[in-house]
């Protein structure tokens, strides 16, 4: 029995979300895997009511399950950034979520805004560090609202933390098993601290992997190469920043964030699966929403789980679905948010 958490979240976060569950629940009945489901009401709702974001007993409870799925964060609301902070980078933080695997994984061409690239072309892994750099909060204000004033925000990077996100990355490539090609993406001509630890871990481990070939490149030439020639990639790794950055390129080449769907992996412990895109406030409550991304997820949530059979046949079902739909785009999709979930358990 799979013990899931149960974030749905804000706008279409439920939405699409009740979509990714369909498809859990027939991928179980499909192939005879139980589960159970706690939902948690973290949310805009639940901090307009209560002030409460998300209480650390909620942090408690997270670990004891198998894994966490998570809708979507985000509302007009809220003061800016107060939820995603407190929601989304508490959970990675506290739980350790040191990766965040985020598949760039093409469909179809027409869903491509580059020229003469499709499928074959578009197909690589970012796999990016989720704890540390500017993503910590270090630094501070001081003399705010002045003249005199002075921000600093650090990017903070241990050697542990960087070693720990390369091994994974070279563990991963091995297994991924497809170009065996993994690429660092950094900045260490500028960074020539912390980037270059980044360089030295980098060549480091790589001496460890010898069947893997290994590639560097600067993050700006990474984004240029990104859209003129995406084939040359297999597995990126970066930092946590760049990879934020990089990723949202990643996503609009597979399709936009209605495709493109994340993980952020303990290894050892307890993961969070979500959608990369917001919670969309202006799709809300219209049905229209593309759930595709959640169902990914939820497909990489079952992988995760241990039942690749199941993980195996909801890819099948996506990729069927997908080519019926007209577009990726909410409201564009020639179906609605509940009849692409509808398609892809039918698929199942
Ligand atoms: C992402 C998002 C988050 C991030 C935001 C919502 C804090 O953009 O998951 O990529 O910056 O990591
Ligand atoms: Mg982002």
């Known amino acids: 029995m799979h013990k899931i958490a149960v974030i749905p979240g804000d706008c279409t976060g439920p939405e699409v979300t009740g979509e990714a569950m369909k498809v859990l629940k027939a991928a179980s009945e499909k192939f005879g895997f139980t589960y159970e489901l706690t939902e948690y009401d973290f949310g805009y709702d639940r901090y307009s009511r209560t002030g409460e974001i998300l209480p650390p007993e909620a942090l408690k409870e997270f670990r004891h399950f198998d894994t966490i799925f998570l809708g979507a964060i985000g509302h007009p609301d809220a003061p800016e950034g107060v939820l995603e902070k407190g929601i989304i980078l508490q959970t990675r933080f506290e739980l350790d979520l040191y990766i965040n695997l985020r598949p760039v994984k093409l469909y179809r061409s027409q869903d491509c805004p580059l020229k003469d690239k499709g499928p074959e072309e578009v197909d690589f892994v970012v796999i990016r560090e989720n704890t540390e750099d500017l993503y910590t909060g270090a630094g501070g204000v001081f003399k705010k609202g002045t003249d005199d004033e002075v921000a600093i925000q650090e990017s903070i990077n241990t050697r542990k933390g960087v070693e720990r996100c390369i091994r994974y990355a070279f563990e991963y490539t091995r297994k991924r098993n497809k170009r065996k090609k993994l690429t660092l993406c ?41 859209v003129k020639n995406p084939e040359w990639f297999d597995v990126i790794v970066t930092t946590n920043m760049f990879g934020d950055i990089i990723t949202d390129l990643g996503a609009i080449i597979q399709g936009g964030l209605g495709v493109a769907a994340g993980g952020n992996i303990n290894p050892d412990s307890v993961s ?25 997820a939820c497909q990489m949530m079952i992988a995760q789980l241990g039942e690749d059979d199941a993980a195996v046949a909801v890819d099948r079902a996506i990729v069927e679905t997908v080519n019926k739909m007209d577009a990726m785009e909410a409201g564009k999709m020639g179906y609605s948010t509940t009849e692409v979930g509808d398609l892809v358990a039918t698929a199942i």
């Open 186 to 226: 950094h900045k260490s001509n500028v960074l020539t601290y912390a980037h270059d630890m980044w360089r030295r871990v980098f060549t480091e481990i790589g001496e460890e992997y010898s069947d893997v070939e290994t590639d560097a490149a600067y993050v700006d030439a990474t984004c240029m190469w990104m």
């Open 272 to 296: 969070m699966f979500e959608p990369m895109g917001g919670s969309a406030p202006r799709h809300a409550g219209k049905n229209r929403i593309n759930p595709i991304a959640a169902i990914g």
